[in-house]
């Protein structure tokens, strides 16, 4: 199923974010009580914690929030590495669900279960067990999840149609992808047929082996689970896309701006770009989204993307206003401002289930609903163990590249890629 994005809803959303954008980054409160949160990706969230942040001022006018931001996941949780090393950790920090481990591994993850429970039953609040286990590791409540994710298809319908294609039968399958990403390939005048997110971390490529039926890492965690026929699977796949749909080799922001230009057909990413695709396309063609393939139609499954708050403070008052932050953002009222002003999926069930939160907002805004649709095949974004986890992950995509970039052959990188992961996981004992 595909989903058009209706010009009404983009005025309606148009003019909301309007609103929020006016939120300031920093404000300034009577009271004694100065928090510093740090968040990645401000390229995606600053408008969704700027409206946050506005919302939070109103209700706790006596706490000061700064704002600290790292450009992604990886480089936020090497920053906090480094912090907690000199006692220079932020209050509260959004960490990429799949680097929570590590923190809850070390110490640095306080276990909110006590202050959820001095709240009462957390179902009750919208922190339902499913919601709840995301940012569950360590055997303790290491986060609260802020904002959740799925990879989808945005599509130039536009270059479909000229292709020979037809936007409203999409393909299901990646055979029937890879043939129409080559027939827009062959459209001349600078288009390419396809760009799929490879690089900066593991999880696109996780979407792949996920979708085969496939793992990170075996039952219990003592080596790779890529090395078999799942992982090559995922690995020729990626091989097919630039010899067959002409995916070309550019960086990620490289790519949605070829997209947004209407030089690329369509592109695979987190379903959190679509407000930032909305707004670089404008009018310029007929944008659209649609479920991204699994493989295997039993066993496939995707990756659940996105970050959870992560209290560090350890001062009574910045911990109760950190606190009482965190609330507030994972809150009803502040997951609806979160999904607003990106493309995540919200991570409180009040939002989901009141109609007062979303319920609008997804009938006007059908591009976001392919990801809604896929949350049945979604399970957590895995956190590989241990305190190589980062270099893991940067491994992982240095060896994707030598695929995109035709260096080696997709068995040549699993061969690879498995035996330098295998050296950076802990070894039990």
Known sequence: MTT??????????????????????????QGSTEITVHYAQPYIYKESYDAILAGFARQEPGIKVNFVTTPNYEEGAQLLLRQATTNQLPDLSYQGFNRLRVFAERGIAQDLTPLLAQEGNPAQQGYTPNLLQLAHFGGMQSGLAYAASNPVCFFNADLVKRAGGDPENF????????????????????????????????WMFSALLFGHGGRMLNADETDVGFAGAEGLGALTLIDRMVKQGGMPNLTAAAARQAFAAGKLGMIFQTTAQV??????????????????????????????????????????????????FLRYSTGPEGQA???????????????????????????????FMPAVRQLPISIPWYAFPGSNSVRVTQTMVDNLARIVEQRATP??????????????????S
């Not at 493309?343 to 989901?352: D, E, K, V």
């Not at 068995?411 to 330098?420: L, P, S």
């Open 4 to 29: 058009t994005f209706s010009r009404r809803a983009a005025l309606l959303s148009a003019g909301a974010g309007l609103g929020l954008l006016a939120a300031p980054r920093l404000l300034r409160a």
């Open 275 to 324: 407000r930032g695709a909305v707004a670089s396309v404008g009018k310029s063609f007929d944008l659209r989204t649609t479920e991204m393939p699994v493989i295997d139609a039993q066993k496939g499954r995707l990756p659940t993307g996105g970050a959870a708050g992560m209290l560090t403070a350890k001062d009574p008052a910045k911990r109760a206003a950190a606190w009482k």
């Open 411 to 428: 068995a040549q990188v699993q061969a690879d890629m498995a035996a330098e992961v295998r050296r950076l996981l802990p070894r039990k």
């Open 171 to 202: 393909p299901k399958d990646w055979n029937g992808v890879l043939e129409l990403a080559a027939k827009i390939d062959k459209l001349g005048d600078g288009v390419e047929g396809m760009w799929f997110t490879w690089s900066g971390d593991d």
């Open 337 to 367: 401002m979160m999904v607003q002003n990106t493309g995540y999926l919200p991570c409180n069930q009040l939002a989901i289930d009141e109609d007062r939160y979303l319920g609008a907002f997804y009938r006007e805004n059908p591009l």
